[in-house]
Every structure is written in structure tokens, then in C-alpha cells.
């Protein structure tokens, strides 16, 4: 799938598609470092913002050694992606009306990250 990061209208840069993308479609695996909690509790309170959680005791920095996906951003309404974790690997994957060439890949970061 062809994504591209430029500035984004929602914040700092984003991911956006450089084609349509259908419904259901893997766009891209979030990538990164992989540290434990102790480790990414420590960069978060440093400031660091790309830091997913895979599982119990294991996170992804997508800061340090990582890829495009860290530039997909939060939209709590109407997010047109989904995350899905697959077997100790996180993928954005595009939402029920899929997304459209040229727009922000964007999904929930929830509810941990951004309290309602």
C-alpha cells in the first residue's frame, strides 16, 4: 500500500493514502523498537509520544527504529482505520468505508491515551 507523510491539518505531520485503499486492507505494520513497560514508562514520562502497546510487559517505540505508521493520527470521531494485533505485530488497517486517495490515515488512540 502507498502512503506518504506530509503536514497535517490535525496535528504536526501525518499518513496519508496515495491511493484509495478498500475496506479491511492491511495499509501498514506499526514498527519500532520493542521495549519493555519499564522502559517505555520511562520515555513517556520523558516526553516520548510513538510508544504503542503489543502486550503484557512489551511495547513498540515507533520513535526509535521505526516507520511511516507513527505519523497516523488520533481522531476519536469518525477515524477512517482500525489497529489490529496479529500475532505479536500491530497493523492500521483501513476502516468499513475504507479511505480515499488523499486523505489522513487516522485512527482512535483510545481512551488510555486520550481520556475522554
Do not use: Q
Amino acid at each position: 500500500m502507498k502512503v506518504v507523510v506530509k503536514k497535517s491539518k490535525i496535528h504536526g505531520m501525518g499518513l496519508f493514502a496515495a491511493e484509495e485503499i478498500p475496506w479491511g486492507t492491511k495499509i501498514i505494520e506499526y514498527k519500532g523498537e520493542r521495549i519493555p513497560d519499564k522502559v517505555a514508562f520511562a520515555r513517556i514520562a520523558e516526553g516520548a509520544d510513538c510508544i504503542f502497546e503489543l502486550g503484557e510487559n512489551r511495547s513498540i517505540d515507533g520513535a526509535s527504529r521505526g516507520n511511516e505508521a507513527r505519523f497516523a493520527n488520533h481522531r476519536r470521531r469518525n477515524p477512517n482505520c482500525f489497529i489490529l494485533r496479529d500475532k505479536g505485530r500491530i497493523w492500521i488497517v483501513a476502516g468499513i468505508e475504507g479511505v480515499a486517495a488523499g486523505e489522513e490515515i487516522t485512527f482512535d488512540y483510545g481512551s488510555t491515551f486520550y481520556p475522554r
